[in-house]
């Protein structure tokens, strides 16, 4: 590792620009790498309602749909604008009352659940179909081309309407949040590092190893915008800690070559690759283990906050060294003297009083398990968007006027016996919260024969294998309402039609609430064992993986349960996110302080010793770690309007504070309680000659 070190100081310039012009390719594919808004496309493939999804596709030439409600305009009125609305591209059809009856069927003549359908006071409603899926580039696209030619008297509800909204929102917040973040993290830097001009390199070699990790996403095809806006504040503050460590290494090496600097950092260097690819180790596997989920969202967030790791790491090791050594003498001359305190008196009352924190930590499990059990979970993201965002307005219409909050799609045998699809419609039409039941049979009758419906219709509602049938539902998505008639409706459904198939986002969101449940169970448990196996086998120990895990995984209890006692509701990925990213990237606080502890004892001083130099020397790093942390999520937590952005954010932002008080307090506490156990149960604690120590164990700092 010195030769490497060497070489990378020798040839600093040569690697910094690499590093700008390796930016420059990454760049382009950080542009035109797609970001995916619909959260329920990441469902597993093989499930009904993704299989429908793809039959709408491919049968009828049609993937998403809106509503779009027109007040106050005549038949004519209408008319004109769902023709320009038909005329947009991506736009596959256009069905309301003057497309059905072409204005030649007196609207008396209508059966009246469809004109119901169509026409409330004097607000008039039309479908409009899209030719590709919810929220696919064309589909969005063909939403604001909508928006753009139609009157402020049209608005436009349904998922791909919040989808391009939501697109919208995240871009215009994207730049000011990593703005908010860079400057926070930069503030608490500037408090905890001995120099004004640090921080800047910090950043730069961060925003280096961003880039690199957004643009390799190109090799992807598309990351979801949840992983998109997650991996620029979650990069920033997970890997700030290596490049703290690489600089506090070369200052202490720089006293052991004062006239070579290269050599100094050479060591540095060498230290830094040996500790941070080690502690690195705890931090992906907590991301890793989100691959394993089979809504593959967690493999997106997985992949590329897992790289993102690897990126800073290569970043810290290459990127920051050539940096300081160009910029050596500039920084040298911005230093400042340490603005923290010591925290001598602190650690002294921990240590003493070790019985006041093992004692609050029993206390504090209790409540915190059990809101950790129990706080609420939202599945509808949309539910904390803006109020004053087109689609929410849009669908608080929809429900206002036609008592509409959700429509599911049903996929039924062409081939059905009309008597027996109407007799089905009927029946779906008497389930609690369904406000129509609309399909082909609905349109045809005694009153309108077949041959009067006009093909383009046809061609909506049937193809040669299926037909398609539209129920509208007053119950709100991933309600237990809504997913009891899904319920309901599939029961009916099967006494008709075996094959048949409902679909839509209702449906989906109720496969998500039970598919993402089992998954998060499985992360959870993944995660856990593999940072257990790695403290395991970095250790040598059988006792302190179980101390370590057990102390994080009560500050990710205490920082979820605090939700429930304050009434707050968390989007429902929270539990996967917080469970692994907390656990993952705060574990490294207490391997931190257990090392030095290992080092103590092995020494030979005293248990109460050991755990006073292990708390003292580290609580500095772990704040300035924590800190940081907090200030690259913190200000996106406050800033964002994206509620499961926000939420995801401050939870973050909170639980890298409570990680750190627990691992400060109660941490060495156990140390101290369980000294005599720790001690027979792991490798390296007890030097083999107790009087002599001739060398020290290896040291791995996270």
């Known amino acids: 590792m010195i030769k490497l070190g060497e070489w990378i100081a020798k040839h600093k310039v040569l690697i910094l620009i690499f590093g700008i012009v390796l930016m420059i390719p990454c760049a382009f594919g950080y542009l035109n790498t797609r970001v995916n808004y619909d959260i329920l496309s990441y469902l597993p493939k093989d499930i009904e309602t993704m299989k429908g999804q793809d039959i709408l596709k ?70 409009v179909l899209f030719d590709d899926t919810t929220s696919a580039d064309g589909t969005l696209d063909a939403i604001e081309t909508m928006r753009n030619i139609t009157s402020k008297q049209c608005f436009i509800s349904g998922m791909s309407a919040t989808t391009a909204d939501m697109k919208n929102l995240t871009n215009s917040e994207t730049i000011i949040y990593t703005i908010i973040a860079v400057i926070l993290v930069s503030l608490v830097l500037v408090l905890t590092m001995d120099s004004f001009l640090i921080p800047v390199f910090f950043m730069l070699s961060i925003g280096f190893a961003v880039v690199w990790n957004l643009g390799t996403n190109f090799f992807k095809g598309e990351v979801s915008f949840l992983t998109q806006a997650l991996s620029l504040v979650l990069q920033l503050g997970v890997t700030m800690d290596y490049s703290i460590f690489l600089y506090h290494s070369y200052k202490e090496q720089l006293g052991f070559y004062p006239d070579d600097h290269n050599e100094a950092m050479a060591h540095a260097i060498a230290a830094t690759i040996s500790s941070v690819v080690g502690g690195s180790t705890t931090t992906i596997a907590g991301f890793l283990a989100m691959c394993f989920m089979s809504f593959t969202l967690g493999l997106d967030l997985g992949i590329v906050m897992s790289k993102g790791v690897v990126c800073g790491v290569i970043s810290c090791v290459t990127v920051l060294p050539a940096m300081i050594l160009i910029f050596d003498r500039a920084i040298a001359r911005t230093t400042h003297k340490d603005l923290m305190p010591s925290f001598t008196k602190t650690c002294s009352f921990i240590s003493k009083h070790s019985w006041v924190f093992i004692t609050a930590a029993v206390v504090l499990l209790i409540p915190a398990y059990y809101g950790y059990k129990n706080y609420d979970v939202y599945y509808k993201l949309d539910s904390t968007l803006p109020a004053d965002l087109d689609s929410v307005i849009a669908n608080s219409k929809l429900e206002e006027d036609f008592n509409m909050n959700s429509t599911h799609i049903l996929l039924a045998d062409a081939s059905l016996d009309p008597k ?3 007799k089905m419609l009927n029946e779906m039409d008497s389930v609690d919260g369904v406000q129509y039941a609309v399909g082909f049979d609905s349109l045809v009758g005694s009153a309108i024969p077949e041959e009067v419906v006009p093909d383009s219709v046809k061609e909506v509602l049937e193809s040669d294998e299926w037909q398609l049938i539209l129920i509208g539902s007053e119950y709100e998505v991933a309600t237990d309402e809504v997913n009891d008639q899904i319920v309901q409706l599939n029961d009916i459904v099967g006494k008709y039609d075996d094959k048949a198939m409902l679909i839509g986002e209702a449906p989906a969101t109720k496969d998500l609430i039970e598919i993402t449940d089992h998954d998060f169970q499985v992360v959870s448990i993944l995660s856990i064992a593999a940072v257990f196996l790695i403290i395991l086998f970095s250790f040598k120990s059988v006792t302190l993986p179980i101390i370590l895990v057990s102390v994080i995984e009560l500050a990710i209890m205490i920082n979820l ?66 800190l940081g942390f907090f200030a690259a999520t913190v200000g996106v937590a406050v800033y964002s309007e994206i509620g499961i952005i926000s939420s995801l954010c401050m939870l973050l932002a909170r639980g890298a504070l409570i990680s750190m008080a627990v691992v400060i307090t109660v941490l060495p506490s156990l140390f101290m309680l369980l000294d005599k156990i720790i001690c027979k149960t792991s ?20």
């Open 683 to 702: 490798a390296g604690f007890v030097p083999k000659d107790k009087g002599k120590t001739s060398h020290k164990p290896e040291v791995s700092i996270a």
């Open 58 to 127: 491919e049968e009828f030439g049609q993937g998403g749909f809106s509503f779009v409600m027109v007040e106050g305009m005549s038949d004519k009125e209408v008319s004109a604008t769902a023709d320009k609305i038909a005329e947009i591209d991506h736009v596959s059809k256009v069905i309301c009352y003057e497309s059905i009856t072409d204005l030649n069927i007196p609207k008396e003549v209508l059966p009246s659940k469809v004109y119901d359908f169509f026409n409330k006071d004097d607000t008039t409603m039309m479908a």
């Open 420 to 422: 027996k699809a109407r």
């Open 561 to 626: 349960g605090i939700a429930y006692y304050t009434n707050t509701s968390l989007p429902f990925i929270a539990s996967v996110v917080i469970g692994t990213i907390q656990l993952g990237a705060t574990v490294d606080y207490a391997i931190l302080m257990t090392t030095r502890y290992r080092t103590e004892r092995y020494s030979g001083k005293g248990k109460k010793e050991s755990v006073g130099i292990a708390l003292s020397t580290s609580v500095k790093s772990i704040i300035t770690s924590a």
